[in-house]
């Protein structure tokens, strides 16, 4: 599962091993694109709470589950 919005600049996908991937979507500077760059995170990660919470506040018909975080350690 995925969240992304117009609002914020980043994606953020929850892969079925437990793994968050922060996709940071670029901008355009003097006409030219620059590349995206993405972040992944793992359960234990100092950042993974922080992600999995706005993850969660993103997507409430789909949050991740404490048991996904416990499966995947």
């Known amino acids: ?3 992304a919005t117009d609002e ?3 994606t953020i ?3 079925g091993d437990g793994v968050l991937v922060v996709r940071v ?3 355009t500077r003097n ?3 620059l590349p995206d760059t ?3 995170f793992k ?3 100092p950042q993974y709470e922080s992600w999995k919470n706005i993850y ?3 997507h409430p018909d789909c949050p991740i589950a404490e048991s996904t975080l416990e499966n995947n350690q």
């Open 13 to 15: 996908i929850h892969r």
């Open 43 to 45: 359960p234990g990660d």
């Open 38 to 40: 993405s972040f992944t």
């Open 31 to 33: 006409g030219r694109p």
């Open 25 to 27: 979507h670029s901008k």
């Open 56 to 58: 969660n506040e993103s």
């Open 8 to 10: 914020v600049p980043y």
């Open 1 to 3: 599962m995925s969240v």
